[in-house]
Each structure stands twice: as C-alpha cells, then as structure tokens.
C-alpha cells in the first residue's frame, strides 16, 4: 500500500526516486575499524555535515570478501575523516581497505530538496500529520441474474 505519509514513500536512488547513486557516492580508504564503528577517510569528505551518511550504506571488498552494511550515523568531517556506526560490524575489512560510502535519505521533504536536489521525484505528503494505509478495495460483483 502507498501511505499518506510526512515521509517520502520512495526508496532512495530507486526508480520512483530518480536520484542516481554514483552521483552521490564517495570513494574512501578505511582507516580505523572498531566493531561497529569505522573511520573512513579521503580529501572528497572534507566538509561534508553530521549525519550526511545516516541510513545509507558502505560498501567494502570485492567477490567473497565484499561486505556492505547499513550506516546507522556519521560524523561531521574531522578534516578529511568521517566516523560512522555501522548497523553490524564488519568481518573480513582491514584498515587499508577502499570503500565506497553512499548517503541515505531519513525521507523529509527538506532533504530531498538540499540533499539531493530532488524535490520533483519526493513521495510524500507535507500536510499529513499521521501515516494513513491506502489499499485497494474490491469491488463485488454485481450479479443481474435471477433470484
């Protein structure tokens, strides 16, 4: 069901959305990896904002050794380092290792406007206060036989 919603009911970088995520995705080598938090670092990072990566993605390895994980929360820019807390750690990545690190959408229509300057593809509804369920009803069939 589509929901009426304050949120954009769209995934980010999926069709309905439009955004196109190697626009937007960064390339980083990990230089620090402790449990669930990871250090990941490249001149490309440098100002970017707090919570710039949040409810994206990071992506590590390649073939078997790949390993992607959900960013929970990310750093503002210490220079050209940003800390982000993943949804589980990683098994096989190594500081050293590249990655690619994509931003996510918490789904405002504000967001969708500076983030990503997509405000035409947003997939919500700015005066709903609650999230109502839309579903498709059946109509029943109407017999015209007899009784």
């Known amino acids: ?41 490249d001149p490309s990072l440098a100002g970017i904002a707090p919570a ?39 098994h096989r990545a190594q500081t050293g290792n590249a990655a690619t690190v994509i931003p996510g959408c918490d789904g405002k229509a504000d967001t969708c406007t500076s983030k990503f300057a997509n405000f035409v593809n947003w997939g919500g509804h700015r005066s709903v206060s609650r999230n109502i369920t839309l579903k498709g009803m059946r109509t029943p069939d109407i017999g015209g036989g007899k009784k």
């Not at 995705?25 to 990941?40: F, Q």
């Not at 050794?65 to 380092?81: F, I, K, L, P, Q």
Request: glycine fraction near 10%; proline fraction near 4%; hydrophobic fraction near 45%.
């Open 52 to 90: 710039w990566f949040a409810e994206g993605w990071i992506e590590v390895g390649a073939g078997v050794n790949r390993e992607v994980r959900t960013v929970m929360a990310s750093s503002a820019a210490d220079g050209n380092a940003v800390t982000l807390t993943l949804s589980y750690p990683f």
């Open 1 to 41: 069901g589509f929901l009426l919603q304050a949120r954009c009911n769209w995934q980010v970088f999926s069709g309905p959305c439009g955004a196109s995520h190697p626009a937007y995705a960064k390339t980083a080598t990990v230089t620090a990896v402790a449990g669930r938090s990871v250090v990941v670092t």
